[in-house]
């Protein structure tokens, strides 16, 4: 699953060792800090990343109890800034990179279509 605030994008997945576990994985290492701020984050050895089957795309990654995550993402909802999230993203790439997976998944409304979004 992927999370994506205006603090940071996390993709998450089940921790297959314990069920009531997640792990969190980031591109950034902050992005998990912000979202669980006592997290104890580890970031791949440099040898695994670009791995050509794809299993280490992720160079940060946090293993956290199920119910903390809950907890997080929920305070994020909580916080909801009024309007579009990405107007308060204050990293202009991540700012840059919301905008363009919000293109990209626009393409896949096959309902709609505006010259707006073609490139």
Same mark, same amino acid.
């Given at each position: 699953?992927?999370? =994506? =605030?205006?603090?940071?994008?996390?993709? #998450? #997945?089940?921790?297959?060792?314990?069920?009531? &576990?997640?792990?969190?994985?980031?591109? &950034?290492?902050?992005?998990?800090?912000?979202?669980?701020?006592?997290?104890?984050?580890?970031?791949?050895?440099?040898?695994?990343?670009?791995?050509?089957?794809?299993?280490?795309?992720?160079?940060?990654?946090? #293993?956290?109890?199920?119910? &903390?995550?809950?907890?997080?993402?929920?305070?994020?909802i909580d916080?909801?800034?009024?309007? =579009?999230?990405?107007?308060?993203?204050?990293?202009? #790439?991540?700012?840059? %990179?919301?905008?363009? %997976?919000?293109?990209?998944?626009?393409?896949?409304?096959?309902?709609?279509?505006?010259?707006?979004?073609?490139?």
């Amino acid at each position: 699953m992927w999370i =994506t =605030t205006q603090h940071g994008h996390i993709s #998450v #997945v089940a921790d297959p060792i314990s069920p009531q &576990r997640v792990i969190m994985r980031a591109h &950034r290492f902050e992005h998990i800090r912000e979202l669980i701020p006592e997290a104890d984050i580890w970031q791949l050895p440099r040898y695994e990343r670009g791995d050509p089957f794809g299993e280490h795309d992720y160079y940060y990654r946090a #293993v956290v109890q199920k119910s &903390r995550f809950q907890q997080a993402v929920a305070e994020q909802i909580d916080a909801l800034p009024l309007g =579009t999230f990405r107007h308060h993203i204050a990293d202009p #790439v991540y700012y840059d %990179a919301c905008n363009r %997976a919000k293109r990209e998944l626009y393409r896949t409304d096959l309902t709609k279509h505006h010259s707006l979004f073609d490139d």
